[in-house]
């Protein structure tokens, strides 16, 4: 992945690239050249740190999205603005369940999951970074339409940025406001962990959308991160009338997601994916998706959503949290929200215009034709520069398609 300022560099086309070789080494030239050496050596490190100067103020500036199509509503001001977050309240330090060791076959169980047993009562985690006006308050929540609160690892950084200038727009589409809030954890290695720590605070003073637990932003820790959020949700932001739950790898087409739920009364239950029935967990140790008896006895999950995109009603988010403080944590995020329903006496649906696993392209056609995504609401898996011309392009005044599907 390129640096920030020798990817501006490059666009803005101001320095041959022969000048970046030239740095890797001392600059030419023998004694009889000495002086013109110098000079074009001294000429080339000021280019460069001039260069570099201007990359970093384009980083670190606020940024106005070339893709937007429908003026954004001012971003809700935030304490972090200026200065360091407050300090939150304190949470006292999580103690490992010792004895879950005397669990037969424990000792042999991978790592992650000897830890996710050994962690697994803990739900109580310090909030590093916050948005508590979000919303406008929880008495103002209710003029949020749709919330879009997005999965993130910490050290995604240009997947959060192409989303905040593509579909995460924060924005009144028809008098539907949206906003926008990433669920982020923290960097498992330490080195790591500071600095993206501090990465995720310029993006907090900028953005003002990012919700940051200190716990290790892993895989099995996902399903923390889910019931982090609907703590936070219904503290926050009770009023919300739908939320999208979804991965930052996906393509949401937002308008289409407004124009479905205007149809779905938010007060009742509605979570509708991609749903998964008669499936049961892995037991495979090197599969990611293991799950040792020992967790879960059963060989049969509820039905449950893929967990790459769901859209949710404030009723079904509300009967997830209710349920949650019955049900232990389970590693597998989805299957947990399948849980979770299930003890509420609820069912997820299938909704044909959430695509976890991808759309199905004749090889004989273009892949990227925005004809095969311009009526989705949700497409799993799209890399940050895809997300940015599939947004321009199903954006398109000119966009004519040769037939019209609509799937919601």
Excluded at 64 to 72: E, G, L, N
Excluded at 185 to 192: C, H, I, K, L, Q
Excluded at 219 to 226: A, I, P, Q
């Amino acid at each position: 992945m390129e640096h920030g300022w020798l990817r501006v560099r490059k666009q803005l086309g101001a320095v041959p690239t022969g000048w970046l070789w030239d740095t890797r080494r001392p600059c030419p030239g023998g004694p009889t050249r000495a002086t013109r050496s110098l000079w074009r050596c001294t000429l080339q490190k000021w280019a460069l740190l001039t260069v570099g100067a201007l990359g970093l103020c384009y980083l670190l500036s606020p940024t106005t999205s070339p893709w937007s199509r429908t003026a954004p509503s001012p971003a809700p001001t935030s304490a972090a603005a200026s200065s360091p977050p407050p300090a939150l309240p304190s949470v006292a330090p999580c103690v490992a369940n010792a004895s879950v060791q005397n669990i037969s076959g424990f000792a042999e169980l991978p790592e992650q999951s000897r830890d996710f047993m050994l962690y697994q009562h803990c739900r109580a985690f310090p909030q590093l970074l916050d948005v508590p006006g979000k919303c406008g308050g929880p008495a103002g929540s209710s003029n949020v339409f749709l919330l879009l609160a997005i999965k993130s690892s910490p050290a995604n950084y240009e997947r959060r940025e192409a989303i905040r200038k593509t579909w995460g727009q924060q924005r009144t589409l028809e008098g539907a406001q949206i906003r926008r809030v990433f669920l982020v954890g923290v960097a498992p290695g330490a080195w790591d962990a500071a600095k993206l720590n501090r990465l995720l605070w310029h993006e907090q003073r900028e953005h003002h959308d990012v919700l940051q637990w200190d716990f290790r932003d892993t895989f099995f820790n996902l399903t923390l991160k889910l019931l982090l959020f609907h703590n936070w949700l219904r503290e926050r932001c009770p009023g919300a009338r739908f939320v999208f739950n979804g991965d930052d790898d996906v393509f949401v087409n937002t308008d289409n997601v407004v124009s479905f739920t205007r149809g779905v009364p938010s007060e009742r239950h509605l979570l509708a994916g991609q749903v998964l029935a008669n499936t049961g967990p892995i037991r495979n140790p090197a599969s990611k998706y293991f799950v040792p008896t020992q967790l879960m006895p059963s060989e049969l999950y509820p039905p449950y959503c893929s967990g790459g995109g769901v859209l949710m009603s404030a009723f079904t988010a509300r009967a997830i949290h209710r349920a949650a403080q019955h049900i232990a944590l389970f590693p597998i995020d989805d299957v947990y929200v399948g849980m979770c329903l299930e003890r509420a006496g609820l069912a997820p649906i299938t909704h044909d215009g959430i695509r976890p696993w991808g759309i199905y392209v004749p090889s004989s056609s273009d892949p990227q034709d925005p004809c095969y995504y311009r009526q989705l609401l949700v497409v799993h898996r799209f890399a940050p520069y895809e997300m940015a011309m599939m947004w321009q392009a199903i954006h398109e005044p000119q966009l004519r398609c040769g037939r019209k599907v609509r799937v919601f």
